[in-house]
Structures are given as structure tokens and as C-alpha cells.
């Protein structure tokens, strides 16, 4: 069983940064963060893969960065210019197929959340 654990959460203010960090317990292929918010569906805010291919929602593009150490097996996500809308519980999933996964569905293991509030 894959061990999915986000950290790195928070609150900040509006424009301020914070970065989120996901430790895995064995390489995955494809992994990703998602974001939910209280009667909304998950959504994906950014997937990367083996390959180095990434995928940005639009709504985070130019201001979120996926990235991931594998020697490590970590996953990041620094998210710069925060706005109230990014305030949610974000996951961090993986899955052992390829390709980008951009359906929270299509995600084999998840985290347990790290929350991220954002004060105007």
C-alpha cells in the first residue's frame, strides 16, 4: 500500500506564498495535487508524471509550480499570489499507470488533506 502524507499547509494572507509538500513511500508514476472546497467537487490544480510533462489548471497557471524530487519520492507545490479562491483542503494523489491524470478518479492513493487558508 502507497503512503500518501501532504504537508505545508496554512493560513496566509493574499499575495503571500506557501508551499506544500507530499511524501510518498515508493515511486509512483503519475502524481498530482488537488484542491477541494465545501460542496464543490475535487479539482486538479497541477499533475506531473515520470516524463516531466505537467499540467497547470487555469485558474493557477503562472502562479502554482509542480515539481518533485524523486530520489526522495516528494512532491511539491509552491503557490505564489495567493488570492481567497485558492483557500481549500488540497490532496496529494499518485497512481502506478502513465500518463498525466487530470480526474481526481483516475488516482490510485491519496493523502488525508492539508488545508490552506487565505485572509484578504
Known amino acids: 500500500q502507497v503512503q500518501v502524507v501532504e504537508s505545508g499547509g496554512g493560513s496566509v494572507q493574499a499575495g503571500g506564498s506557501l508551499r506544500l509538500t507530499c511524501a510518498v513511500s515508493?515511486?509512483?508514476?503519475?502524481m498530482g495535487w488537488f484542491r477541494q472546497t465545501p460542496g464543490k467537487e475535487r479539482e486538479v490544480v497541477a499533475s506531473?508524471?515520470?516524463?516531466?510533462?505537467?499540467f497547470y489548471a487555469d485558474s493557477v497557471k503562472g502562479r502554482f509550480t509542480i515539481s518533485q524530487d524523486n530520489a526522495k519520492n516528494t512532491l511539491y507545490l509552491q503557490m505564489n499570489s495567493l488570492k481567497p479562491e485558492d483557500a481549500a483542503m488540497y490532496y496529494c494523489?499518485?497512481?502506478?499507470?502513465?500518463?498525466?491524470?487530470?480526474?481526481?478518479?483516475?488516482?490510485?492513493?491519496w493523502g488525508k488533506g492539508t488545508l490552506v487558508t487565505i485572509s484578504s
Open positions: 494523489a499518485a497512481r502506478l499507470s502513465g500518463g498525466l491524470c487530470l480526474n481526481p478518479g483516475g488516482m490510485d492513493y
Open positions: 515508493e515511486n509512483t508514476y503519475s
Open positions: 506531473t508524471e515520470a516524463d516531466g510533462s505537467t
